[in-house]
Nanobody, 117 residues
Framework: QAQLMESGGGLVQAGGSLRLSCASS????????LGWYRQVPGKQREMVATILLNGYTSYADSVQGRFSISRDRAGRQVFLQMNSLKPEDTAIYYC???????????WGQGTQVTVST
């Protein structure tokens, strides 16, 4: 079974930028939605951004205009460009590959993003 691996997290000052990457170790048949989610301790995981294979994107209101999701042509990599970062963006970020018809989900192990004041 293909595995997802995130990279690019780290510590950044408020107002700074980070770029997250996620790569699949293999092809996952039927995947049509790629996305990024985040979670802080004690809270539910929340959607940050998603991109369909046709390129349509969706963003959480809290990141609209600051974050940008993209993917490679093969649909095996997804990226999240995060600009104008705020302390409230601090979380563990997870990538997600999903088949919206079967609801099959694959998750990465998560990467920590910490934004300092």
């Amino acid at each position: 079974q293909a595995q997802l691996m995130e990279s690019g997290g780290g510590l950044v000052q408020a107002g700074g930028s980070l770029r997250l990457s996620c790569a699949s170790s293999g092809s996952i048949p039927g995947i049509n939605v790629l996305g990024w989610y985040r979670q802080v301790p004690g809270k539910q995981r929340e959607m940050v951004a998603t991109i369909l294979l046709n390129g349509y994107t969706s963003y959480a209101d809290s990141v609209q205009g600051r974050f940008s999701i993209s993917r490679d042509r093969a649909g095996r990599q997804v990226f999240l460009q995060m600009n104008s970062l705020k302390p409230e963006d601090t979380a563990i970020y997870y990538c997600n590959f999903r088949n919206s018809y079967t609801n099959y989900n694959a998750w990465g192990q998560g990467t920590q993003v910490t934004v300092s004041t």
